[in-house]
C-alpha cells in the first residue's frame, strides 16, 4: 500500500508562497522521512516548478504526481496529473474539455465556512469529480466539515481521500490516504477511481491549530468562520448538548506522526 497526500503547497506559490517557506525539495525530503510514498504539489492557479522536481522525488522514493488548485467559477478545485491544465482561473468546461481519462478532478475542503470552499460546484457537478477529500485541517471539535464531505461521497459514490493542504512542514503524516497500487502515476489514478483506497487521519490539537494561524495569515479570512463554529461546538458539548465530532471510528488509524 502506497501512502499518498494530494495537496500541498510551496514557497513559489503565486497566492500563498509569501508565508510558505519551504520548497518544493523540502516538501519532498520531509515527505520521504515521515514515510509518505507519492505527493501532489497544488499550488494556486499555477505549476511553479519543473521536471526537475519531479525527478528529484524519484530520487527520495516518492512519485510525484503534477498537480494544481486551480480556481473554478470562484471555488478551489484539485486538478491532478492533467497532461494539459486548463488556465488557474477557469469554468466548470474549462476543466472538463482538459479532462482526459488519466486525470483527476478532486473537491477540497468542500464544506468547509470559506468562500472558496467548492461544496456547491461538487454538487451542481459532480460528474466532474472522480474523489472528494478529507482535509486534515481540523480538530476534534470541527469534525463536521469532513462528515459532511464524507455523506456527500458516499451518496454520490465517490472514494474520500485524505490530505493536509500543507503550508507547514510539521502538517505532514497527520492525514494521508493508503492506496493500493504499484507507484506509478497511471495505477495510483486508477486505484483512486477504483475506490481502493482507505482513509488515515487524526485530528489536530488545539496547539498545532493555533500554530498554523499563526504563521499563515493569507488564511485566516478562510478559517474565521471555523473558529466561530469550534467555540460554539465546545459550548455544546459542554454542556451536554452535542457529541464531540470526528472523522467515523472505522476511518481513522494512527498516522505516521503526531502532530
Avoid at 501512502?3 to 519532498?28: K, M, Q
Avoid at 478545485?77 to 469554468?91: K, M
Avoid at 468547509?112 to 480538530?139: C, R
Avoid at 497527520?174 to 506509478?184: K, N
Wanted: glycine share 8%.
Amino acid at each position: 500500500m502506497l501512502r499518498a497526500d494530494f495537496h500541498h503547497h510551496i514557497n513559489t506559490d503565486p497566492t500563498d508562497g509569501w508565508f510558505v517557506t519551504y520548497s518544493a525539495r523540502e516538501l519532498i525530503d520531509r515527505a520521504a522521512a515521515v514515510g509518505l510514498n507519492v505527493l501532489a504539489i497544488t499550488c494556486h492557479e499555477s505549476v511553479p516548478y519543473d521536471d526537475d522536481v519531479i525527478r528529484y522525488a524519484q530520487t527520495r522514493g516518492i512519485v510525484l504526481l503534477r498537480g494544481m488548485e486551480a480556481t473554478v467559477e470562484g471555488r478551489h478545485v484539485l486538478l491532478l496529473n492533467f497532461q494539459d491544465f486548463p488556465p488557474g482561473i477557469c469554468s466548470v468546461a474549462e476543466v472538463a474539455e482538459r479532462k482526459t481519462p488519466g486525470a483527476l478532478v478532486i473537491a477540497p475542503h468542500p464544506f468547509y465556512p470559506a468562500g472558496v470552499a467548492g461544496g456547491d460546484i461538487l454538487t451542481a457537478h459532480g460528474s466532474l469529480f472522480d474523489a472528494v477529500e478529507f482535509s486534515g485541517m481540523y480538530t476534534a471539535l470541527t469534525g463536521g466539515f469532513n462528515r459532511r464531505a464524507q455523506a456527500h461521497a458516499r451518496a454520490a459514490d465517490l472514494p474520500v481521500v485524505g490530505n493536509t493542504d500543507t503550508h507547514c512542514l510539521w502538517q505532514l503524516g497527520s492525514t494521508f490516504t493508503l492506496v493500493d497500487a504499484v507507484p506509478e502515476p497511471a495505477a495510483i489514478v486508477e486505484a483512486i477511481l477504483q475506490r481502493r483506497v482507505q482513509l488515515v487521519t487524526q485530528p489536530l490539537s488545539w496547539a498545532a491549530l493555533i500554530r498554523f494561524l499563526s504563521t499563515s495569515h493569507a488564511t485566516l479570512p478562510a478559517l474565521r468562520d471555523g473558529l466561530k463554529y469550534m467555540v460554539r461546538a465546545l459550548r455544546r458539548t459542554r454542556a451536554g448538548t452535542a457529541p464531540v465530532i470526528g472523522p467515523r471510528r472505522h476511518d481513522t488509524v494512527r498516522p505516521l506522526v503526531e502532530s
